[in-house]
């Protein structure tokens, strides 16, 4: 893990959150299609106000996912997860450990219950003031690494998001 890198990953964030988006929406929706799922929509949130980025519809569920990122052997030990997403249907977390391409080398999900966010410190913003102060976000909380659990790679997560086993195999030809 170069600083190179890092600063790059810092510089180019937005960039690279609107990547790893569209490279994870492609992803299971491919991987859907592969097992023969045509049913699924996938919606994206213009404004990250509700506390999500995504909304995946599948059967008859439908599960608000706020999508997180951070570097292969970075030393994040936690995420800021917005409150707002306990209050929407099936709200979670997906966190995406990828490396310096871009490329996505696993996930963890959380998925919080209706007063999961009690025990989690309230969350302080990255950068200080002028006065060298992190003020509080009062809308969001400190979810420790160890709250996520990890899955085995797309057909994990997609079981994670939309229902152990309730996708057939994937399609031979």
């Known amino acids: 893990m170069t600083s190179e890198w890092r600063d790059i990953h810092a510089r180019h964030s937005v960039l690279r959150e609107v990547i790893l988006e569209h490279q994870l929406t492609a992803s299971l929706l491919q991987r859907l299609w592969q097992r023969g799922v045509f049913d699924v929509e996938i919606l994206h949130s213009a404004f990250d106000a509700g506390g999500y980025d995504l909304v995946l519809s599948g059967r008859s569920i439908t599960r608000h996912v706020q999508l997180k990122a951070s570097r292969k052997g970075a030393s994040t030990r936690s995420q800021k997860v917005g409150i707002a997403l306990a209050r929407r249907q099936a709200g979670c977390v997906v966190w995406m450990e990828v490396d310096d391409g871009l490329n996505i080398l696993g996930y963890r999900v959380f998925i919080p ?59 031979t030809g």
């Open 113 to 171: 219950g209706p007063d999961s966010f009690d025990n989690y410190p309230v969350a302080r913003h990255t950068k200080a003031n002028a006065e060298g102060f992190k003020a509080e976000r009062p809308a969001h909380r400190v979810v420790p690494a160890t709250r996520f659990v990890a899955v085995d790679g797309l057909d994990g997560l997609l079981d994670k998001l939309l229902g152990p086993d309730a996708w057939p195999a994937p399609l």
